[in-house]
C-alpha cells in the first residue's frame, strides 16, 4: 500500500470508529511529545512471568515448534 493510500485508509478508519480508547491510542503513538518515550508499561506481573520464562528458556524447559506441531498433529488426531 502506498503511503497516500495508507494514510485515507487511516483517515477512514479513524472517522468510523467510536472506539474512545482505540482514539486515545492512536493519538498517544503519533503525538510528538511522546517522541521516544515508552508507549507501554509492562506491569509488575508481567515483568515477573518475563523473568520466570527466561529462566526456563537458560534451564531447557521449553519446546521446540517441531515438537509443538507434532504434538497438535497428535491432539487433533492428524
Known sequence: MKTE????ELINRINSTE??????DIYRLIDPENSGK???ELSFEEKTELNIAREE??????FTQEEVDESMKKWLGE
Do not use: R
Open 19 to 24: 472506539d474512545k480508547s482505540l482514539l486515545e
Open 57 to 62: 528458556v537458560k534451564n531447557g524447559q521449553y
Open 38 to 40: 515508552v508507549i507501554y
Open 5 to 8: 493510500e495508507l494514510k485515507k
